[in-house]
């Protein structure tokens, strides 16, 4: 590949993604799209709650994206998705959602939340 080419790319992808295309640093700038977890919105603190409560969103987002919604899940219920058919990105996303349910700040965008 050509260095044209590579940068190019490069600037693409953090277009779309911010910094985190490139890099997971911890100090890399919120420079995503402002509703994402890379963005403006991804500076949100958690606070509140434990790591079951994290541990817990995270098996909220598993289910969320493979369809499968029961009215008391539990964590095994995410060894009943075939990973192949769900979008890691989603389910990340979705865990962001979850969480900040959790927290009683969602949907943690001010432009949406009517005064």
């Known amino acids: 590949m050509n260095n044209d080419f590579i940068n190019e790319l490069k600037w693409a992808l953090t277009e779309i993604q911010g910094s ?16 994402t977890d890379q963005g403006e ?10 790591m079951r409560d994290i541990s817990d969103c995270i098996v909220m987002g598993f289910l969320d994206c493979a369809g499968i919604h029961r009215k008391c899940p539990i964590h095994d219920d995410i060894y009943n998705i ?6 890691p990105g ?8 979850w969480i900040e349910k959790k927290m009683g700040i969602f949907p943690n965008v001010p432009k949406l939340k009517q005064e």
């Not at 919105?41 to 434990?50: A, E, P, W």
């Not at 989603?90 to 959602?97: G, R």
């Open 20 to 35: 985190s295309a490139l890099s997971l640093d911890q100090n890399r700038p919120y420079d995503g799209q402002p509703h």
């Open 41 to 50: 919105r991804g500076k949100q603190i958690v606070s509140g709650l434990t």
């Open 82 to 87: 075939n990973l192949d058919e769900i979008d």
């Open 90 to 97: 989603a389910v990340i996303q979705s865990t962001l959602c």
